[in-house]
């Protein structure tokens, strides 16, 4: 108990000293999109919220494209009727959070266009794919394609959905429709699935099992003594008992 209490004073100071750190480097803003894809055709619309900003009416948001500044000081940035010069990297910071990772818009010219919330993923998690037509025009006969095979076929258009992805379903993706008669293809995309999950979890568990076994080793080991030495005590204990009859009937 003293020890413990001797370690108490440098343990508050270690504390005290994290927490003035914390203080001295904010935390990041994070740029998301709504809706969430990164890559446009030209007259969509999205809208950069600058997380980080509170509250949203400070008028503290700063934005940066390309590294130089907007003069939007409100915590969304609004991009109506994209045009490829919108394309490149966005990010904001505030007054109590610092400049945030860059988002990479990418603003296309054409008629259809691939989209996905992310392009590198983990395994299990889902791939959603979505053919973008330019101002949301109609289109039919749309196909998915993976390595240049067919993935999937609907007569109107319907997103690709895997619900869990595997590191087989990396690849370079496009999408191919009839919008009008015409027959269009749109560029290719590469997704990444990563297969961290398995390396990830199986040494963790393995050190674990490990560790289970020991402690049940040591535990039946201290066990298996304590019960030896209780029992050699215990004999002798009554051995000594026996003796001290054995005496008291002697003497008298
Ligand atoms: C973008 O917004 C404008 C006006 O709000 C709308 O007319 C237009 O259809 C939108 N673009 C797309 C591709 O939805
Ligand atoms: C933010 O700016 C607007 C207009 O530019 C102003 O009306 C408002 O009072 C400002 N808010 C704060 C908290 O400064
Ligand atoms: C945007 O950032 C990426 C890396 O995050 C970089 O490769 C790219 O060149 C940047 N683009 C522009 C236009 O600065
Ligand atoms: C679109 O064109 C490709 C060849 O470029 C062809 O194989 C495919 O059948 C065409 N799709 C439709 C629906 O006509
Ligand atoms: C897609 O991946 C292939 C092979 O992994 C690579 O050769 C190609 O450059 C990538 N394409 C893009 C656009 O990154």
């Not at 980080?52 to 934005?63: F, I, L, V």
């Amino acid at each position: 108990m003293p020890s413990m209490c001797r370690l108490l004073p440098p343990v508050a100071l270690l504390l005290l000293t994290s927490a003035g750190t914390r203080a001295a480097d904010l935390p990041k803003a994070v740029v998301s999109l709504d809706p969430e894809w990164d890559r446009l055709l030209e007259k969509d619309n999205v809208t950069l919220q600058c997380q980080g900003a509170y509250p949203k009416e400070d008028n503290s948001t700063r934005w940066f494209h390309n590294g130089k500044p907007l003069s939007d000081q409100s915590s969304t940035y609004v991009i109506k009727d994209a045009r490829v010069k919108d394309s490149g990297n966005y990010s904001c910071h505030t007054a109590s959070f610092a400049l945030s990772d860059p988002v990479q818009l990418k603003v296309h010219a054409g008629w259809l266009l691939l989209q996905a919330a992310r392009w590198v993923l983990q395994e299990g998690e889902p791939l959603q794919l979505r053919c973008h037509s330019w101002k949301n025009t109609r289109v039919q006969k749309v196909q998915y394609f993976r390595n240049g095979r067919g993935q999937q076929f609907s007569h109107k258009n319907s997103e690709f959905h895997i619900r869990h992805a595997k590191r087989a379903h990396s690849g370079s993706y496009f999408c191919r429709a009839i919008i009008g008669k015409q027959n269009v293809s749109s560029e290719a995309v590469n997704v990444t699935v990563q297969g961290s999950a398995v390396p990830a979890i199986s040494p963790f568990f393995l050190l674990w099992q490990i560790a289970f076994c020991l402690v049940m080793g040591f535990l039946f080991a201290v066990d298996t003594g304590l019960y030896f030495s209780a029992q050699r005590q215990l004999r002798s204990s009554l051995r000594k008992n026996i003796n001290n009859k054995v005496t008291w009937s002697k003497s008298p």
